[in-house]
């Protein structure tokens, strides 16, 4: 085997692509303006209003969940990162030279993947610990704050970062798929907004079951603090999660391997 298609230099390759490619550039400055930003409108707001909440809201709140408000935006720029990161190369017609310089497929997803997750992986991190440090010092001297020493907040904030890894690489398998960017960004929204609406319509003892393995339940399971009352446990909803990531990257590198470029 030439070292030119060794998964070092595919993922070294790759790498390149991830940082000098304009579209994918513009989406993690997306990701990480929208993660912040909306996190500090979310946290302002409520330090402005917290002396107008009730007895029973103030009682529940919880400042780790309120400081990462921005994730729930942020989970749909991270899609568009991960699809964009194959779709991309379908839309310019570069897939066919990708292919031609790496045939051992298998290799080229696997160096994909490991770029796009080590990448999200630390710019979500990063962006969600600044975003709750960010929140707690808003929060200071009027809202209640909490600290990362605190095992469960800690454990809360990181896996914030592991949920919009994990957001990514369905993404990006979805792009697998269907290999057009705006079909796959479509049906990654209504994964992530659609459904939910559709579960409401369902019979109602049938609904909660349906909710909590929604993928948005699963990440609000995955960043909490305490357990929710009809969700899983923090592991649970992970291995769920990234076992529905599994399944449709195991379909979209299947078909990569049977289709042509």
Not at 13 to 28: A, P
Not at 151 to 162: E, K, N, T
Not at 227 to 240: E, L, R, T
């Amino acid at each position: 085997m030439s070292n030119e298609t060794t998964l070092m230099s595919v993922a070294t390759s790759e790498w390149i692509k991830f940082r000098t490619v304009r579209s994918t550039i513009m989406g993690v400055l997306t990701f990480v303006v929208l993660t912040i930003g909306l996190s500090v409108l979310f946290a302002w707001a409520v330090r402005g209003h917290w002396h107008d909440m009730s007895f029973s809201e103030k009682l529940t709140f919880d400042p780790t969940s309120t400081s990462l408000g921005g994730t729930q935006l942020a989970q749909f720029a991270v899609g568009v990162i991960g699809s964009l990161f194959i779709t991309s190369e379908y839309a310019s017609g570069a897939i066919r030279t990708t292919l031609a310089a790496v045939p051992n497929r298998a290799r080229l997803v696997l160096a994909k993947l490991l770029v796009l997750a080590a990448s999200i992986l630390v710019v979500g991190e990063l962006v969600c610990v600044t975003t709750f440090l960010i929140g707690m010092r808003i929060f200071s001297g009027v809202v209640p704050t909490t600290s990362l020493s605190s095992s469960p907040v800690l454990r809360a904030v990181l896996m914030a970062g592991v949920y919009l890894t994990l957001l990514t690489l369905l993404g990006f398998a979805l792009g697998l798929i269907l290999r057009h960017s705006a079909a796959t960004i479509s049906v990654y929204t209504v994964l992530l907004l659609v459904v939910p609406i559709i579960g409401l319509f369902l019979p109602q003892n049938w609904q909660n079951d349906f909710q909590r393995y929604e993928p948005l339940s699963l990440g609000g399971s995955m960043m909490s603090v305490q357990p929710q009352s009809n969700g899983f446990g923090v592991w649970s909803a992970f291995a769920i999660l990234a076992l529905y990531v599994a399944v449709v990257l195991a379909v979209g590198a299947t078909m990569l391997q049977r289709r042509d470029a």
